[in-house]
């Protein structure tokens, strides 16, 4: 047996080059970072990095602008899906993205993105659903599981002083408006490729013309939820239970 | 009698913790107190700084322009806030994860706080450690209020581990260069 | 060479997996999600963020099945495969 | 006059200010209806998307906000407009807007408060834009106009003042000045454009912009905000703009501005008929304040009386630039009343007479 | 102070906070997490529902402050709590509650601006909170407290003050004291709850009762206003809170509230050890504003100081009450900076040179 | 035959108590006082009109206070559920309604509907849909139809501007805590007879502790719409086509 | 009365439908509602509130049904019927 | 010389309509003009006034003190503006929907402005008629340019209305009572 040195070994997988070559400030083994490697894939491989506009939601991923290789402009809490229909509106050739938590979206946020898909903006929407609000320290957001523990339902969620948990994308693929609506989920390597195919959809949702674009993914937030980074990719599993993962509407092939 | 101490470094070292103790002690021992903590944009691990101020009076102002202690536990926590330090303080440092040289007029304390976190338990111990260090050189508060202070505020809800605390503390109280430097 | 001859088959000395370890957080994610306990963090080493970071334990069980970079929320990990008609 | 008359248009404050900002090449306008300044949105409705240009109603006063910064970060021309409750509802929005330093341009038709209130004319947000409207340490350019030609002057001055500062301007008026109707000639005029070195429009060859507010390290904020004083400090040098009537043998200087300017200048007139000689100073920068300008023309008087719908807001600017040089008295509607120029004329005459007691 | 400790506690501003007002009796708390202020939400999750009380997680700042009005109009004692860019979203609902007349103490814990700007303490929303907070003629009761003990004190203050006028209540602090412990012997209070004859709970065998702040006709809402303004006289004749330390001899007033305050404290000590006769005057109730007493502790001063975490906004206020009389100095730091002593220690020394150079 | 006095005769139908005896400022025709004399004789009926507050909203209804003899708080615009919140957590006894126009449940506030609805909260809302924001003079609202013309789309809503119409009772009927949603309409005596049995199931699951209830009412608003009061009417069957009347969810027989 | 005989029937002779003259805002909605055509404004007469008031125009055709009162908006209408056992 | 005119009523009869008219007619004759709207808190059918100062020179202020004219056509408008008649003022009101006796001073004019209106085609012209016998008692601005001030407001969206307008303007200007009380 010769053993010969391999130059061109074939590369599986490298960093996309639409993320920056930082360390981010996020926890060990927190989701954002996967979705940021995700979106940076999917809009390198749809060549539209140099024209993508990209709007930062107030969470932990408001940062994004450090990581992400494009314009953003920074949202007030909850606002991004408004602060990208202005931009949107001004801008027909950009491509415009919003990056939001779940407290943003689905809590203070719930009328602009509600809105933005009754309005069928041409804007696609990275939703990261990490069942808490991650920033200010883990507490309750509206996506929280029954029975879970967080900062401010120290007992655990209980429907009848904290509400239930909200089945947002479901309310927002209701809307006509909306082109394409999916949940994903950073739980396995499998899943995330099937959620990178799902951002991928949503972009081109925007591209083709055919309205509001969203995909919720899953994450997990170790810090708020109290686990180790491995525990809390295990708990995806239980996340998914109340919120299944799959396509909830796609209206692109529509027309 | 006014003294202001930092301990700084990343979270999840147990550094605000660690402040809590030693401001319960104060507390304990009928003193003035004034603990502030302050965070950097990471959400953990990231810098994270600690400052108690303990005095004889009530308490002025929660920042102050020159500290009797540093704890540094991290490079960037020493050059953070090491130019706070002035004649006569004692800065402390992790040997671990901090190199340093000697400073004019400053009392230096080198000590693997880490690894002797480590041996006694934990690296979460690592504050504590430093904590004990410090208390060799300045008594600040006394030992008896820094065990009933841990005892309140670990034993409350992990009594278990106590004894683990205690062994941190009395490590980095006779941890051979904490002794006082003329010793 | 000759006809009928076996040619010994080339083997690939390069490392399938790269670690970028400075920026490493040591979540274990990758270690988790490796199916052939390939990856071990490597508890000797403290790397500038505080962190034991992710090392290649055995070469020889790795796939390059990438499932490990997949899951890295850092991006720190490079998956490569012995070149095309080259064995592992 | 005369000459002027055939090219003259009958237009509402509301609609001038709306065309106005269309002939200054406003490309986007964001609204929420709001009486009284929903003729703005309508004609923006209607005229927008003539032009091609972006028209959106939003979903609440904070989605049109919010669409402003988003289209203002990419350097785009826009307006949006409310009225008081709805201004409320703009404040954490105008805050990022000066944090960001994002150029936009809005206005708000003011009517009765607090609360729901009612929808008659008042100037009781002269507080809130001039000083606390959103939090943190800025301050933003307010502008007010005192007729419907001035209006549609100052709008393209509103456009240039936010592109060149990099700032939020407000506009100011009240419910009559936003729906009365006054012949006018407009004189619209187009700002010129100038290079956005800092706007969005994708990272295409060069290295990505980002338009933020947010700094976690508080020496680089403290930079930050150090930045914006100096701007705000230019602004106060440089846009300043008030006008003064009669003021030159005044002993009595009335202060008002936008609506009630207009009764008190006819107050003015009539006190003068009755042997008071009055003069009007009228701030058109409600900040930055002529405080200069207005210590300057009350140097010389007797008194000074502040003509205001509200309780008493302008008046403490009024205060700040007189400090205490000569007596300042307050005359204050509130909740949709306008004083008749009588009531104005009883208020000069009242001040007039407990300034003659009063010695300093 | 070593008697009294054994029943001392340690306790984070943002706990003593909650903890004062469960024991004051707070029937309802309603809020939305944001840094520096979490904690006071984090401990009302803990306690209300374990005192058998209200408490919700609101879906933002907006939610609260309405739940708020919801609450505070059948007579229930109300707190919300929020940070700066919450209290900006809180505005027009404070308007409402103002005009209606709603009692609520609502606490802002301010962070670094303008928009989304650092979580590091700061004093910024200073004039948003005493001037500007919504649209409409209204003030609100201001309280500042500069130590835990404090804040602690003024909670069960700002509900009496609350209930006693019918109107919202501020308490501004600042990071540093929401994060910072202090040992603690807590002079808990629960004041007294009196009729509330206005209070909706149902018109069984009565009339209907309505909470409003609407009407459309202006002679009507310009009464409602005139009975505001008459309340907030009484107010500002009845609630000014302030404290003085070393006045009767200072050269040099120094004004500072909250935790700019305790710096001041320090530095006033330094600079009287190196000759130079300073005081510090302390306004608690920043609205209504200690205008008189500042007035005369100014009056036999050389100079006047103000020190703040903001570019300049107690300053004004301190001008309106100096009235030029007394030339005034400002030193303001920005963006989470907290000056340490030896920092105004210079500022006193520079603005007492600069005071000698000044003829007034 | 002999005629006789009948001074017994029966009474068919009268005004409710609940009901002042006022002449409303409502344009002639206009549906808020059908829904008005609607809600007054359910609160009779289940006689919880003396221990009722309601929550009035920013709209045409805002007066609702001086015509149904009750207890009210004016909210701000939009924020009636989290006013309502407010008052149903302090007040355990009391029955609590909120009555909100289209604009005001459907468009600014969006989160606070959707979030009291996640909550469960013990609540009743009155939803008045008449595709337009008739206060402010006819602008475009929500639930405005597609090609309708209001001052705000004086070439009728376009979809691709203006967005589509927005099924938001659809939407919170998807959302656990609704324990009942209906829409009703004010088109014929049948319907509004309807409409008022929902009313009395979305009042009833308040006050059998199941959770939050809505009735959307499609209603006419004449002036805003440029109609006869006839005509308006009659516009409502077209409105229904977007708006289907039924009940949505009943989840009160449930558990 | 005599067994065996029919007594004559009892008429009623009030009116079903009382209109609120008043307040009626002339909408001409219950005109609309009403089946029979019972009713139409009376265009003589303008009310105070400036409207032309309803008016029950035939009152036989009447059944007292009450269309008419429930879609009227302004709840002006009350209607009647004849006691049990009397005729319409 | 500066001339207030208030027409005032329920909104339906056309009053803003007609103050733009006027309005319109000053500014063609090159004069200044400030029209001013208001509305009661009914949505339709409630009251509704309308302000118009007309004047030579650059109008002040939008509240009058003295109206020169008031059109009352309806007894609350007549309650809330009477009081700002004065010495000289003339008052029109409908005699369909309002009574008023003589008032000391004051140029009364009593018309049957409804009746007129359906008359001349539509009760919504009645502020039309009112304005015809305005402008006959005080000719604040000429015929010809209401003329064609309605020429452009009403001809521009409703040419086919146009006549109407005109007749029941003429009507106004020719009813009886119209013509200057001495004559
Ligand atoms: C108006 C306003 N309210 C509150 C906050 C505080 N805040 C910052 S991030 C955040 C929520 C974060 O949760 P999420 O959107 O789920 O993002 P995550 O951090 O979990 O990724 C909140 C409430 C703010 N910045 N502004
Ligand atoms: C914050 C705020 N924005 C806008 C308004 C103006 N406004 C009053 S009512 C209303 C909408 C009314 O529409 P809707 O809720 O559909 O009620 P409707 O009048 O149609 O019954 C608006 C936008 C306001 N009062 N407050
Ligand atoms: S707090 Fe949670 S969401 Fe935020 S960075 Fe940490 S793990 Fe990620
Ligand atoms: S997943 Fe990434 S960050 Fe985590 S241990 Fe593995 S390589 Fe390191
Ligand atoms: S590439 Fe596959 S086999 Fe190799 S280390 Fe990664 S996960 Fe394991
Ligand atoms: S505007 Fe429309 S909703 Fe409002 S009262 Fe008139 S008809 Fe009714
Ligand atoms: S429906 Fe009512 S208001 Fe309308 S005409 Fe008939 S009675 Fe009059
Ligand atoms: S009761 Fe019936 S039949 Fe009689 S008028 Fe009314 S609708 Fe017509
Ligand atoms: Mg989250
Ligand atoms: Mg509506």
């Known amino acids: ?255 | 009698m006014e003294r202001a101490i930092v301990i700084s470094g990343f979270g999840g070292q147990g550094l605000l913790l660690c402040g809590r103790v030693l401001a319960h002690a104060a507390m304990v021992e009928g003193r003035e107190v004034l603990w502030i903590p302050s965070y950097g944009p990471e959400m953990r691990g990231g810098a994270a700084t600690c400052t108690v101020i303990v005095s004889d009076e009530p308490i002025g102002s929660p920042i102050v322009d020159r500290l009797d202690v540093l704890v540094a536990l991290t490079t960037p926590s020493l050059e953070k806030h090491g130019r706070l330090l002035q004649e006569g303080s004692l800065l402390v440092v992790d040997s671990s994860l901090v190199s340093v040289g000697p400073r004019a007029g400053i009392e230096l304390l080198d000590i693997p706080c880490t690894q002797l976190a480590v041996a006694a338990g934990s690296d979460k111990l690592v504050s504590i450690v430093a904590l004990g260090a410090v208390l060799a050189r300045r008594p600040v508060v006394g030992e008896a209020a820094v065990r009933s202070a841990l005892t309140a505020i670990v034993g409350a809800k992990h009594p278990e581990l106590l004894a683990m605390d205690f062994a941190a503390l009395e490590t980095g109280m006779r941890t051979p260069g904490a002794l006082p430097a003329q010793a | 060479m000759t006809l009928g001859t076996v040619a010994p088959p080339i083997r690939w000395t390069g490392t399938p997996v790269i670690v970028a370890s400075d920026r490493c957080k040591g979540c274990e994610l990758c270690v988790a999600a490796c199916p052939h306990h390939s990856l071990a963090l490597d508890l000797g080493t403290v790397n500038p963020l505080g962190h034991h970071p992710v090392a290649l334990i055995d070469v020889a069980s790795c796939t390059s099945c990438a499932f490990c970079a997949r899951v890295c929320p850092d991006a720190i990990l490079t998956v490569l495969a012995p070149p095309k008609g080259v064995d592992r | ?360």
């Open chain 1, 1 to 255: 047996m010769t053993a010969v040195d391999a130059p061109e070994a074939r590369v599986i997988f490298e960093r996309p080059a639409l993320l920056e070559e930082r360390t981010t400030h996020y926890c060990p083994g927190c989701g954002h970072g996967v979705v940021h490697r995700l979106v940076a894939e999917v809009l390198e491989e749809l060549g539209i990095g140099g024209r993508t506009i990209a709007v930062a939601a107030v969470g932990c991923a408001v940062f994004a602008y450090d990581y992400l290789h494009v314009d953003f402009v920074e949202a007030q809490h909850g606002r991004a899906p408004a602060v990208a229909t202005g931009v949107r509106r001004v801008r027909p050739d950009a491509f415009v993205l919003t990056y939001q938590g779940d407290g943003d979206l689905a809590a203070i946020g719930t009328a602009e993105i509600v809105h933005a898909a009754a309005r069928g903006e041409r804007i696609t929407t990275v939703f990261v659903n990490n069942g808490t609000y991650g920033m200010t320290g883990g507490q309750l957001a509206p996506t929280t599981l029954l029975g879970q523990r967080t900062t401010s339902t120290p007992l655990g969620r209980d429907a009848r002083l904290n509400g239930y948990p909200l089945p947002i994308t479901e309310m927002l693929a209701l809307v006509p408006g909306t082109a394409y609506a999916a949940r994903g989920s950073v739980a396995t390597p499998a899943l995330i490729g099937k959620t990178k195919v799902m951002l991928r959809r949503a972009c081109e949702a925007q591209l083709e013309d055919r309205g509001f674009g969203i995909v919720e993914v899953l994450s997990n937030c170790p810090v708020g939820w109290g686990m180790t980074p491995v525990e809390s990719i295990a708990q995806l599993e239980v996340v998914a239970a109340t919120y299944p993962v799959g396509v909830l509407v796609d209206r692109t092939r529509e027309g």
């Open chain 4, 1 to 360: 006059m005369i000459g002027t008359a055939p090219e003259r248009v009958l237009l509402k404050g509301n609609e001038a200010i709306a065309e106005a900002a269309i002939q200054a090449g406003c490309d986007a306008y964001f609204g929420y209806p709001i009486t009284p300044q929903a003729e703005l949105l309508e004609w923006m409705a209607r005229r927008m998307p003539e032009e091609g240009r972006a028209f959106v109603q939003a979903e609440s006063e904070i989605g049109a906000i919010s669409m402003a910064l988003g289209a203002g970060a990419t350097g785009a021309r826009v307006m949006v407009s409310t009225s008081s409750p709805g201004f409320s509802l703009m404040a954490e929005g105008m805050s990022y807007m000066a944090g960001s330093q994002v150029p936009c341009v809005l206005v708000n038709v003011m009517r009765g408060g607090p609360g729901l209130g009612g929808i008659g004319p008042a100037q009781a947000d002269y507080l809130q834009a001039v000083k606390g409207h959103g939090h943190g340490d800025y301050r933003v350019p307010v502008l007010a106009p005192a007729s419907i030609a001035e209006a549609i002057a100052l709008v393209p001055d509103a456009f240039e003042i936010a592109e060149r500062y990099r700032t939020p301007v407000i506009i100011l008026a009240d419910g009559i000045l936003g729906q009365a109707m006054e012949p006018v000639a407009p004189a619209y005029r187009t700002p010129p454009r100038h290079d956005k070195p800092w706007a969005l429009g994708g990272a295409d060859g060069r290295d990505p912009r980002v338009v933020r507010s947010l700094d976690l390290q508080p020496a680089a904020l403290e930079r930050h905000n150090e930045e914006l004083q100096t701007k705000f400090r230019e602004i106060a040098a440089n846009e300043v703009r008030w006008a003064g009537e009669r003021l030159d043998d005044a002993d009595l200087v009335v202060v008002a501005y936008g609506i009630a300017a207009r009764v008190a200048r006819t107050a003015i007139a009539r006190a003068r008929d009755a042997g008071l000689r009055a003069g009007l100073f009228r701030p058109i920068s409600l900040w930055p304040f002529p405080s200069g300008a207005l210590a300057e023309a009350a140097a010389s008087a007797r008194a000074v009386v502040v003509v205001e719908l509200s309780a008493g807001q302008l008046i403490e600017d009024v205060r700040l630039a007189v400090e205490g040089r000569v007596p300042t008295f307050g005359y204050g509607r509130t909740g949709g009343m306008v004083p008749s120029p009588s009531d104005v004329v009883d208020a000069l005459r009242q001040a007039w007479a407990r300034s003659s007691e009063v010695t300093r």
